[in-house]
T-cell receptor, first 111, second 111 residues
Framework: NAGVTQTPKFQVLKTGQSMTLQCAQDMNHEYMSWYRQDPGMGLRLIHYSVGAGITDQGEVPNGYNVSRSTTEDFPLRLLSAAPSQTSVYFC??????????FGSGTRLTVV | KQEVTQIPAALSVPEGENLVLNCSFTDSAIYNLQWFRQDPGKGLTSLLL?????REQTSGRLNASLDKSSGRSTLYIAASQPGDSATYLCAVTGNTGKLIFGQGTTLQVKP
Protein backbone atom coordinates (compact mmCIF):
# COMPACT_ATOMS: atom_id res chain seq x y z
CA ASN A 1 0.00 0.00 0.00
CA ALA A 2 1.26 3.46 -0.89
CA GLY A 3 -1.04 5.11 1.68
CA VAL A 4 -1.81 8.77 0.93
CA THR A 5 0.18 10.20 -1.96
CA GLN A 6 0.48 13.94 -2.57
CA THR A 7 1.97 15.57 -5.63
CA PRO A 8 3.87 17.73 -6.19
CA LYS A 9 6.07 17.95 -3.09
CA PHE A 10 7.18 21.51 -3.88
CA GLN A 11 5.67 24.21 -6.09
CA VAL A 12 6.31 27.87 -6.78
CA LEU A 13 3.50 29.86 -8.37
CA LYS A 14 3.14 33.41 -9.52
CA THR A 15 0.25 35.46 -8.18
CA GLY A 16 -2.85 34.81 -10.27
CA GLN A 17 -1.78 31.42 -11.59
CA SER A 18 -3.93 28.38 -11.05
CA MET A 19 -2.90 24.87 -10.13
CA THR A 20 -4.17 21.60 -8.73
CA LEU A 21 -2.67 19.78 -5.78
CA GLN A 22 -3.16 16.06 -6.20
CA CYS A 23 -4.08 13.62 -3.46
CA ALA A 24 -4.64 9.91 -3.94
CA GLN A 25 -5.14 7.07 -1.48
CA ASP A 26 -5.22 3.33 -2.12
CA MET A 27 -6.82 2.24 1.16
CA ASN A 28 -10.45 2.55 0.03
CA HIS A 29 -11.01 5.29 2.61
CA GLU A 30 -14.30 7.16 2.41
CA TYR A 31 -13.21 10.24 4.38
CA MET A 32 -10.66 12.62 2.84
CA SER A 33 -9.59 16.09 3.90
CA TRP A 34 -7.28 18.94 2.98
CA TYR A 35 -5.42 21.00 5.59
CA ARG A 36 -3.02 23.88 5.45
CA GLN A 37 -0.32 24.40 8.04
CA ASP A 38 1.05 27.83 8.79
CA PRO A 39 3.45 28.99 11.54
CA GLY A 40 1.51 30.11 14.57
CA MET A 41 -1.81 29.00 13.08
CA GLY A 42 -1.48 25.25 13.31
CA LEU A 43 -3.36 22.91 10.96
CA ARG A 44 -6.60 24.28 9.56
CA LEU A 45 -9.21 22.37 7.59
CA ILE A 46 -9.85 23.65 4.05
CA HIS A 47 -12.32 21.14 2.58
CA TYR A 48 -13.37 17.63 3.36
CA SER A 49 -15.33 14.77 1.83
CA VAL A 50 -17.18 11.82 3.36
CA GLY A 51 -17.47 9.93 0.10
CA ALA A 52 -17.43 10.16 -3.68
CA GLY A 53 -19.62 13.03 -4.86
CA ILE A 54 -19.86 14.61 -1.39
CA THR A 55 -17.74 17.57 -0.30
CA ASP A 56 -18.08 20.29 2.30
CA GLN A 57 -16.23 23.36 3.46
CA GLY A 58 -13.90 23.48 6.40
CA GLU A 59 -12.56 26.43 8.35
CA VAL A 60 -10.66 28.22 5.54
CA PRO A 61 -12.27 27.32 2.17
CA ASN A 62 -11.99 30.65 0.34
CA GLY A 63 -9.80 30.52 -2.76
CA TYR A 64 -9.91 26.72 -2.99
CA ASN A 65 -12.14 24.28 -4.86
CA VAL A 66 -12.46 20.53 -4.51
CA SER A 67 -14.32 17.69 -6.15
CA ARG A 68 -14.52 13.98 -5.37
CA SER A 69 -15.39 11.99 -8.47
CA THR A 70 -13.76 8.77 -7.22
CA THR A 71 -13.09 7.26 -3.80
CA GLU A 72 -9.33 7.34 -4.45
CA ASP A 73 -8.74 10.94 -5.51
CA PHE A 74 -9.41 14.29 -3.87
CA PRO A 75 -7.70 17.13 -5.78
CA LEU A 76 -7.46 20.65 -4.39
CA ARG A 77 -7.64 23.49 -6.92
CA LEU A 78 -6.29 26.98 -6.45
CA LEU A 79 -8.16 29.14 -8.94
CA SER A 80 -6.07 32.32 -8.72
CA ALA A 81 -3.10 31.96 -6.39
CA ALA A 82 -2.40 34.68 -3.84
CA PRO A 83 0.65 35.17 -1.57
CA SER A 84 -1.63 34.42 1.41
CA GLN A 85 -1.92 30.86 0.08
CA THR A 86 1.78 30.23 0.66
CA SER A 87 1.68 27.31 3.03
CA VAL A 88 2.26 23.60 3.50
CA TYR A 89 -0.74 21.57 2.39
CA PHE A 90 -1.60 18.15 3.78
CA CYS A 91 -4.13 15.64 2.55
CA UNK A 92 -5.53 13.01 4.91
CA UNK A 93 -7.86 10.04 4.68
CA UNK A 94 -9.77 7.84 7.07
CA UNK A 95 -11.96 4.78 6.97
CA UNK A 96 -15.31 5.54 8.56
CA UNK A 97 -13.90 8.50 10.55
CA UNK A 98 -11.67 6.09 12.49
CA UNK A 99 -8.17 7.51 12.64
CA UNK A 100 -6.57 9.61 9.93
CA UNK A 101 -3.53 8.90 7.73
CA PHE A 102 -1.68 11.88 6.32
CA GLY A 103 0.29 12.44 3.16
CA SER A 104 3.79 13.89 3.23
CA GLY A 105 2.63 17.36 2.20
CA THR A 106 3.02 19.91 -0.58
CA ARG A 107 5.07 23.01 0.13
CA LEU A 108 3.59 25.86 -1.93
CA THR A 109 5.10 29.30 -2.39
CA VAL A 110 3.19 32.04 -4.18
CA VAL A 111 5.31 35.00 -5.30
CA LYS B 1 -17.33 25.50 17.82
CA GLN B 2 -14.79 22.90 18.90
CA GLU B 3 -11.49 24.32 20.11
CA VAL B 4 -8.43 22.29 21.03
CA THR B 5 -5.67 23.63 23.28
CA GLN B 6 -2.29 22.10 24.01
CA ILE B 7 -0.15 23.03 26.96
CA PRO B 8 2.74 23.66 27.15
CA ALA B 9 3.63 25.06 23.72
CA ALA B 10 7.24 23.99 24.19
CA LEU B 11 9.05 21.69 26.56
CA SER B 12 12.70 20.86 27.08
CA VAL B 13 13.73 17.92 29.26
CA PRO B 14 16.87 15.87 29.92
CA GLU B 15 17.06 12.39 28.47
CA GLY B 16 15.45 9.69 30.59
CA GLU B 17 12.76 11.85 32.11
CA ASN B 18 9.11 10.85 32.10
CA LEU B 19 6.86 13.59 30.78
CA VAL B 20 3.23 14.48 30.19
CA LEU B 21 1.75 16.51 27.35
CA ASN B 22 -1.70 17.98 27.82
CA CYS B 23 -4.60 18.48 25.44
CA SER B 24 -8.00 19.99 26.21
CA PHE B 25 -11.09 20.40 24.07
CA THR B 26 -14.22 22.48 24.56
CA ASP B 27 -16.93 20.18 23.18
CA SER B 28 -17.07 16.76 24.84
CA ALA B 29 -19.17 15.29 22.00
CA ILE B 30 -16.17 13.82 20.22
CA TYR B 31 -15.98 10.67 18.13
CA ASN B 32 -12.32 10.00 18.85
CA LEU B 33 -9.03 11.68 19.73
CA GLN B 34 -5.76 11.14 17.93
CA TRP B 35 -2.18 12.02 18.88
CA PHE B 36 0.30 12.72 16.09
CA ARG B 37 4.01 13.34 15.88
CA GLN B 38 5.52 15.77 13.38
CA ASP B 39 9.23 16.06 12.72
CA PRO B 40 10.53 19.35 11.24
CA GLY B 41 9.65 19.67 7.56
CA LYS B 42 7.83 16.34 7.56
CA GLY B 43 4.29 15.04 7.56
CA LEU B 44 2.19 13.77 10.46
CA THR B 45 2.64 10.32 11.91
CA SER B 46 -0.20 8.86 13.93
CA LEU B 47 0.87 7.71 17.39
CA LEU B 48 -2.30 6.73 19.20
CA LEU B 49 -6.04 6.81 18.60
CA UNK B 50 -8.53 6.75 21.46
CA UNK B 51 -12.19 6.17 20.69
CA UNK B 52 -14.73 8.13 22.71
CA UNK B 53 -15.72 4.98 24.63
CA UNK B 54 -12.13 4.24 25.68
CA ARG B 55 -10.12 5.63 28.58
CA GLU B 56 -6.60 5.01 27.35
CA GLN B 57 -4.35 3.50 24.71
CA THR B 58 -0.75 2.35 24.96
CA SER B 59 2.01 1.85 22.42
CA GLY B 60 5.48 1.08 23.67
CA ARG B 61 6.66 3.97 25.85
CA LEU B 62 3.59 6.04 25.00
CA ASN B 63 0.33 6.08 26.90
CA ALA B 64 -2.59 8.34 26.04
CA SER B 65 -5.57 8.86 28.30
CA LEU B 66 -8.95 10.41 27.62
CA ASP B 67 -11.42 11.98 30.03
CA LYS B 68 -14.24 13.00 27.75
CA SER B 69 -16.43 14.51 30.45
CA SER B 70 -13.75 17.00 31.48
CA GLY B 71 -12.52 17.55 27.91
CA ARG B 72 -8.97 16.41 28.55
CA SER B 73 -6.36 14.05 27.17
CA THR B 74 -2.78 13.43 28.20
CA LEU B 75 0.11 11.84 26.37
CA TYR B 76 2.61 10.22 28.71
CA ILE B 77 6.08 9.51 27.39
CA ALA B 78 8.20 7.24 29.54
CA ALA B 79 12.00 7.34 29.67
CA SER B 80 12.31 10.05 27.03
CA GLN B 81 15.05 9.82 24.39
CA PRO B 82 16.59 12.42 22.05
CA GLY B 83 14.78 10.69 19.18
CA ASP B 84 11.49 11.71 20.80
CA SER B 85 12.24 15.34 19.95
CA ALA B 86 9.43 16.52 17.67
CA THR B 87 6.15 18.42 17.72
CA TYR B 88 3.24 16.49 19.19
CA LEU B 89 -0.25 17.30 17.95
CA CYS B 90 -3.58 16.42 19.46
CA ALA B 91 -6.70 16.30 17.27
CA VAL B 92 -10.34 15.46 17.89
CA THR B 93 -13.01 14.25 15.50
CA GLY B 94 -16.72 14.76 15.72
CA ASN B 95 -19.28 12.67 13.85
CA THR B 96 -18.99 14.95 10.81
CA GLY B 97 -15.49 13.72 10.01
CA LYS B 98 -13.80 17.04 10.68
CA LEU B 99 -10.44 16.68 12.44
CA ILE B 100 -9.71 19.69 14.66
CA PHE B 101 -6.12 20.22 15.79
CA GLY B 102 -4.43 21.87 18.73
CA GLN B 103 -1.42 24.08 18.14
CA GLY B 104 0.99 21.39 19.27
CA THR B 105 3.72 20.95 21.87
CA THR B 106 7.31 21.11 20.64
CA LEU B 107 9.43 18.73 22.67
CA GLN B 108 13.19 18.79 22.93
CA VAL B 109 14.94 15.94 24.74
CA LYS B 110 18.53 16.79 25.56
CA PRO B 111 21.19 14.04 25.67
Amino acid sequence: NAGVTQTPKFQVLKTGQSMTLQCAQDMNHEYMSWYRQDPGMGLRLIHYSVGAGITDQGEVPNGYNVSRSTTEDFPLRLLSAAPSQTSVYFCASSVDNYGYTFGSGTRLTVV
Amino acid sequence: KQEVTQIPAALSVPEGENLVLNCSFTDSAIYNLQWFRQDPGKGLTSLLLIQSSQREQTSGRLNASLDKSSGRSTLYIAASQPGDSATYLCAVTGNTGKLIFGQGTTLQVKP
